[in-house]
């Protein structure tokens, strides 16, 4: 089990041997189980994690653990093992404690409970304090802080108030990182690494914009290939000197939108060089050692796919908006797995009510349950809550933990955690690194999000991930397992990729769709879609721009629609269940067939009968143009069409609101059954043998599952045969 507390991420990773992870050994973390860690792309160095289930213990800052009596952290110590706890995750946002001043580190409170958990059998994973820099940094150095889009340099005080590209902070980070690695990595407590916390967003200071013009020159080369790429005639922002560009300033006059996005990508990368600045020091110092840092589900100005290559293994935040569902919870999960395609370590999840959101609900008794086992059915070996022991002051003082501030374990929340522990111990000899099996690939690109943000007049500001995830949501419903991947994903270990909105098509990716669905893939475009090139410039032959060969249409206008609007789609074809009229709303393009057959047409406006819904025929597959945003019941119906027609079947016929995943490892099935609605529901369990993992009962044909319930199964099918 991995539970963090409020100082860091997580991830219980191998046992080591002097230092080293004892290879294909196997090692369990967070709230379970264990997991394989394959560290970078070298499959052969497996760390497989050993078997008790392991817990991550919300992590403590040093200064925090030297306010804490020994009486504390020794009943603390108890109580972790009483719940299954088996990894404390120490010292995020304990840089002032850990540094007080600039020549002096003060090790011993972190030593003290580095020992204490090796002596009881529990284990560490240590996160560096880099997000929130001390005071006397900020004061020696006034250019570490972070300066705002409005030219403000920030004031000392809150996390992530750093400037990435300061030497001054980048050499303090090195400096924290190596004191740590060079006095823990031998430690026997000590099993993985996490960089920082959080990340700062954008800065636009002075030394920013220096940093900024140097990656642009090594981009573009000269200046009027920048001019030509950004189309600065337009407007009148030509440069005529380097020491022109500026930051895309909320005060200024923005420029061109190709600014602001090349200003994305460099802030970005910035931060990720904040990253590999420590993680070089760390894999030096401790090689044997993995490294992660934490992605917090989807951020505009945090690229994940771009950080994926360059960790050891991938993470993802537990915490979305409290109304957020069950399909936008198992939509992040899906994208932590597919950022290396390998189980992730699941961070931050909160046992109860948090602190985040205007009103905090407390979480109902078995939701915590519920959301474990989601996030393990997609691909997570590991549970991860956000925070131990509650804390008595700051904001983490109304965020709840698995300790309240009454100090002990009889408390509704510890009997939830515990109980989890104790099941998941059930599954650590087995369900650990086991895969999920999907073979539809939704693509989710950081780079047509941040250029869809500069599409004036068309979308408001956010509409992209809601567009994926209403595409995510018909699957989902279908039980139908889908990956969310980057635009550099292996189209070709999918049956179906479906791209909505991907306004920027950069050089070769449309080949690769061509070859994609010449081989016999489907391949999904919508409204919007091959707008615009890498550098924000509109495709010669408009859009769908290079998509338009496979495709097989072209766009002649997009209409958007109020909020108060629709229009309608009126099928031509028969396309499955897709029949009769749909709602539409929010943007229509109006398509031009040019090869593409007509599915569907508009049915109000001055464009009724225009094309709505295409499908082209290339090679031995099809590409689908849809033109709108339909209501849900047209993309539950096309979805189900398409992929039947690829041959990808659901994992399991299951009544609206139980959701069905499968994890697959050698000739082992693992069948999970999650029941988010109220009141009872069944399910028909496939032909063969099931066995249920937590209870260890033998199951078979229709079984109940409570509200809220889970059931997990081991499978074997009616053949013998692996699945």
Known sequence: TIIRGASAFHLAVGLRSRGFFTTWDLVTFAFHQARYLAFGEDMHTIAKVRS????????????????????????????????????ATIGAFGWAGLQPRPETFEFGPLDSVMDRLAQNGLHAGMVTPTAAHPAWLSHRYPEVLRTDADGRRRRHGGRGSFCPSSAAYRDACATVARALAERYGEHPALLFWQVGSESAGACYCARCAAAFRRWLQ???????????????????????????????????????????????RFANRSLLDCFLNEAAILREVTPGLPVTAGMSGSRLD??????????????GDGR????????????????????????????????????????DALKRPDRLRLD????????????????????????????????????????????????????????????????????????????????LEEVGGLLRRGQYPEALLRHYRALWRRNVPAAVVGPDADLTAYAVVSAPMLCLVRNGWAERVEA???????????????????????????????????????????????????????????????????????????????????????????????????????????????????????????????????????????????????????????????????????????????????SGAAAQGRVPLRGWDVRVFEETPSDGGGR
């Open 302 to 315: 945090l690229d994940p796919h771009a950080w994926a290559p360059h960790l050891d293994f991938a993470s």
């Open 218 to 264: 090594d981009l573009y080369g000269d200046l009027d290939a920048l001019n030509r790429r950004w189309y600065t005639a337009f407007g009148g922002h030509a440069y005529t000197a380097w020491s022109q560009v500026e930051p895309p300033f909320e005060n200024g006059r923005g420029g061109p939108p190709a600014l602001r996005l090349d200003f994305a």
């Open 372 to 451: 474990s086992y989601q996030a393990i059915a997609h691909g997570a070996d590991s549970v991860i809550y956000s925070r131990w022991r509650c804390d008595r002051g700051g904001v983490g003082q109304r965020h709840d933990a698995v300790v309240e501030h009454r100090g002990h374990e009889n408390t509704r929340v510890f009997g939830e955690v515990a109980t989890i522990g104790a099941e998941l111990r059930k599954l650590d000899d087995r369900l650990p690194g086991a895969a999920v099996d999907a073979r539809v690939a939704l693509v989710f690109d950081w780079e047509s999000w941040w250029a």
């Open 516 to 694: 994609f669905v010449h081989g016999g893939g489907r391949f999904v475009a919508t409204c919007l879609s091959g707008r615009v090139d890498e550098t924000h410039g509109a495709h010669e032959g408009g859009a769908p721009g290079p998509l338009r060969k496979v495709t097989g249409v072209w766009v002649e206008e997009t209409d958007a629609l109020r909020e108060d609007r629709q229009n309608r789609i009126i099928m031509k074809q028969h396309f499955g269940p897709c029949r009769g009229e749909y709602g539409c709303r929010h943007l229509c393009d109006l398509l031009h067939a040019e090869s593409a057959t007509v599915l569907a047409t508009y049915g109000r406006e001055f464009y009724a009968g225009w094309p709505a819904v295409t499908e082209n025929e290339f090679g031995q597959g099809c590409a689908y143009y849809i033109g709108s945003e339909p209501e849900d019941d047209f993309l539950l119906h096309f979805y189900r069409t398409l992929c039947a027609d690829a041959g990808v079947l659901p994992v399991l016929d299951a009544p609206e609101g139980v959701e069905v995943r499968r994890r697959v490892q050698n000739d082992r099935s693992f069948l999970f059954v999650l029941n988010h609605n109220e009141d009872v529901s069944f399910v028909s369990l496939p032909d063969g043998q099931h066995v249920d993992m937590l």
């Open 52 to 87: 008790r289930a392991l817990s991550i213990v919300a992590g403590r800052s040093v200064a925090e653990i030297a306010a804490i009596g020994e009486e504390i952290w020794d009943e603390d110590m108890r109580l972790m093992k009483s719940a299954g706890v088996n990894v």
């Open 320 to 359: 979305p908006a409290e109304d957020a569902g069950p399909v936008q919870t198992a939509f992040l999960h899906d994208l932590s797995y597919g950022l290396k395609r390998r189980p992730f370590l699941l961070t931050g999840q909160a046992p109860s009510r948090q602190n985040r959101q205007p009103l």
